[in-house]
């Protein structure tokens, strides 16, 4: 079957993605799964490796959900799974080497499992560069499909078992927006909820806007629903998903309705814990710190995605937001929820950054001692127009100056932690520390690890005393 040429049902193309159509609203279907497709797994395990954000790993729970709905069953160990999906990310190219490499390696199981089946999807598998490599490579691959058809699963894995075919189905854009597809959530405690699909920022650097495609809002009712039955099952923390979840309900009819108002209707929900990301700065209106300040059950943690400390820099990104409006946020954001802890993620080195820009960046974080931030050095995604910028800054200086940023967050991170020894903390608990049997682990409501020992269950909210600090992390004790 490996040396069978592919059957391309549809790839994707750079050029429809980026196109957007801010007139039409996706078409609603609910997820059916045909008896056709019911027993194509039975027998056969399966293990999906997830990469990337958490909208990936919330795709992945969605396809292990229909893989146990089509009677496979979950292996924790890989290479003793005869289905392997591989949900990969396109945000950096580190991210696409590694896939390139584990499908290298992976590939050769086919040598000692005749019934192994190999599958790649998420954000690399919307990439043209990606797709062509696919087909031009000698690989054991079986088939591949996108972000926009997971729904499409059963009928592939049909064509690949049963038919013995490989088969390329990657869309574009999605054609409807579908509800109900089943779910496997690894943790019984918390949970993700997608409020949204795809992003129109077009920051000139970022492949999501085309590998996520245009930005669609689920309906409010279908959202409460999923929370509802989330609540029914256990849960106590959902998190929000989006691109960027300022943009809610823009491009639906109603769009009086906005991401403050929806948080407010889940916070209302009663569910105890409630988290959201990932806000863009340009759009952060003010009226989320007011509906975060009125509902404790809205944890005080927020992520807030500013980039660079550079004007010139931020231009060139697309970012919309000036340095001093994005600290007034941050003051109004403090002022108004006591104890937020307020995250970030920022690019060294985009092309051609002078060492005055970088500086920049270093004196906003000194101004703002966020609590911890996600760096990086910039990573060139063709099909941008970041991609096509000159660059003479050498890859030792954007190296050095990584680790100079580095140093700042490790810093700033362990002060902002030691602020809460000798202060009881309510925290949530996850489950067993994995370098300590006796002692439990969870997060507090501002997104702090904190390890302790104590009797308790999981998904148990405890009370704990901090009484050390790291960077990474709190450790306590339960009060009884």
């Given at each position: 079957?490996?040396?069978?040429?592919?059957i391309?049902?549809?790839?994707?193309?750079?050029?429809e993605?980026?196109?957007?159509?801010?007139?039409?609203?996706?078409?609603?279907?609910?997820?059916?799964?045909?008896?056709?497709?019911?027993?194509?797994?039975?027998?056969?395990?399966?293990?999906?490796?997830?990469?990337?954000?958490?909208s990936?790993?919330?795709?992945?729970?969605?396809?292990?959900?229909?893989?146990?709905?089509?009677g496979?069953?979950?292996?924790?160990?890989?290479?003793?799974?005869?289905?392997?999906?591989?949900?990969?990310?396109?945000?950096?190219?580190?991210?696409?080497?590694?896939?390139?490499?584990?499908?290298?390696?992976?590939?050769?199981l086919?040598?000692t499992?005749?019934?192994?089946?190999?599958?790649?999807?998420?954000?690399?598998?919307?990439?043209?560069?990606?797709?062509?490599?696919?087909?031009?490579?000698?690989?054991?691959?079986?088939?591949?499909?996108?972000?926009?058809?997971?729904?499409?699963?059963?009928?592939?894995?049909?064509?690949?078992i049963?038919?013995?075919k490989?088969?390329?189905?990657?869309?574009?854009?999605?054609?409807?927006?579908?509800e109900?597809?089943?779910?496997?959530?690894?943790?019984?405690?918390?949970a993700?909820?997608n409020?949204?699909q795809?992003?129109?920022?077009?920051?000139?650097?970022?492949?999501?806007?085309?590998?996520?495609?245009?930005?669609?809002?689920?309906?409010?009712?279908?959202?409460?629903?999923?929370?509802?039955?989330?609540?029914?099952?256990?849960?106590?923390?959902?998190?929000?998903?989006?691109?960027?979840?300022?943009?809610?309900?823009?491009?639906?009819?109603?769009?009086?309705?906005?991401?403050?108002?929806?948080?407010?209707?889940?916070?209302?929900?009663?569910?105890?814990?409630?988290?959201?990301?990932?806000?863009?700065?340009?759009?952060?209106?003010?009226?989320?710190?007011?509906?975060?300040?009125?509902?404790?059950?809205?944890?005080?943690?927020i992520?807030?995605?500013?980039?660079?400390?550079?004007?010139?820099?931020?231009?060139?990104?697309?970012r919309?937001?000036?340095?001093?409006?994005?600290?007034?946020?941050?003051?109004?954001?403090?002022?108004?929820?006591?104890?937020?802890a307020?995250?970030?993620?920022?690019?060294?080195?985009?092309?051609?950054?002078?060492?005055?820009?970088?500086n920049?960046?270093?004196?906003?974080?000194?101004t703002?001692?966020?609590?911890?931030?996600?760096?990086?050095?910039?990573?060139?995604?063709?099909?941008?127009?970041?991609?096509?910028?000159?660059?003479?800054?050498?890859?030792?200086?954007?190296q050095?100056?990584?680790?100079?940023?580095?140093?700042?967050?490790?810093?700033?991170?362990?002060?902002?932690?030691?602020?809460?020894?000798?202060?009881?903390l309510?925290?949530?608990?996850?489950?067993?520390?994995?370098?300590?049997?006796?002692?439990?682990?969870?997060?507090?409501?501002?997104?702090?690890?904190v390890?302790?020992?104590?009797?308790?269950?999981?998904?148990?909210?405890?009370?704990?005393?901090?009484?050390?600090?790291?960077?990474?992390?709190?450790?306590?004790?339960?009060?009884?």
């Amino acid at each position: 079957m490996a040396k069978n040429q592919f059957i391309v049902l549809e790839s994707p193309e750079y050029k429809e993605s980026s196109k957007r159509d801010f007139t039409s609203i996706l078409t609603k279907k609910n997820f059916k799964l045909s008896s056709k497709f019911d027993k194509i797994g039975k027998g056969l395990t399966f293990y999906v490796k997830t990469y990337g954000c958490q909208s990936n790993i919330k795709d992945s729970e969605n396809i292990s959900g229909i893989l146990i709905k089509l009677g496979f069953k979950p292996q924790n160990d890989i290479l003793k799974a005869d289905l392997i999906i591989l949900n990969t990310c396109a945000i950096r190219e580190n991210a696409e080497k590694k896939v390139f490499g584990e499908i290298g390696f992976l590939s050769k199981l086919k040598k000692t499992n005749p019934k192994f089946v190999f599958g790649i999807c998420g954000c690399m598998s919307q990439e043209e560069h990606v797709i062509q490599k696919i087909m031009d490579t000698n690989n054991n691959i079986d088939f591949v499909f996108g972000v926009h058809n997971i729904h499409d699963l059963p009928s592939l894995l049909y064509e690949v078992i049963k038919n013995k075919k490989r088969v390329i189905n990657v869309l574009s854009k999605p054609k409807s927006l579908y509800e109900s597809i089943p779910s496997s959530v690894g943790s019984k405690v918390k949970a993700f909820v997608n409020i949204m699909q795809g992003c129109d920022n077009f920051c000139t650097y970022c492949i999501v806007p085309y590998v996520r495609g245009q930005m669609h809002s689920r309906s409010k009712n279908d959202i409460l629903k999923e929370v509802k039955n989330l609540i029914k099952e256990g849960y106590k923390e959902v998190t929000l998903l989006g691109q960027n979840v300022n943009s809610y309900g823009v491009d639906l009819k109603d769009k009086s309705y906005k991401f403050w108002n929806l948080l407010e209707d889940v916070a209302k929900t009663k569910i105890p814990r409630v988290r959201f990301v990932t806000s863009n700065p340009w759009n952060f209106d003010l009226k989320i710190v007011d509906v975060m300040k009125k509902y404790p059950n809205i944890m005080p943690y927020i992520h807030l995605p500013v980039q660079s400390g550079d004007e010139e820099i931020l231009k060139r990104m697309n970012r919309k937001v000036p340095i001093k409006e994005y600290l007034k946020k941050i003051e109004y954001i403090r002022k108004n929820i006591k104890d937020t802890a307020i995250s970030t993620d920022l690019i060294v080195g985009f092309p051609n950054e002078s060492e005055k820009a970088f500086n920049n960046t270093l004196k906003l974080y000194k101004t703002v001692k966020f609590d911890n931030a996600y760096t990086f050095i910039y990573s060139r995604r063709e099909g941008t127009p970041a991609a096509k910028m000159p660059d003479k800054i050498s890859l030792s200086t954007k190296q050095k100056r990584l680790q100079k940023l580095n140093k700042l967050v490790q810093q700033y991170s362990k002060e902002n932690n030691e602020k809460y020894v000798g202060r009881i903390l309510e925290v949530l608990v996850e489950g067993k520390s994995k370098t300590n049997a006796n002692t439990f682990t969870g997060y507090s409501p501002n997104w702090k690890v904190v390890n302790f020992a104590g009797k308790c269950k999981i998904g148990d909210i405890v009370k704990v005393k901090i009484t050390s600090a790291s960077r990474f992390s709190l450790n306590g004790s339960l009060v009884i």
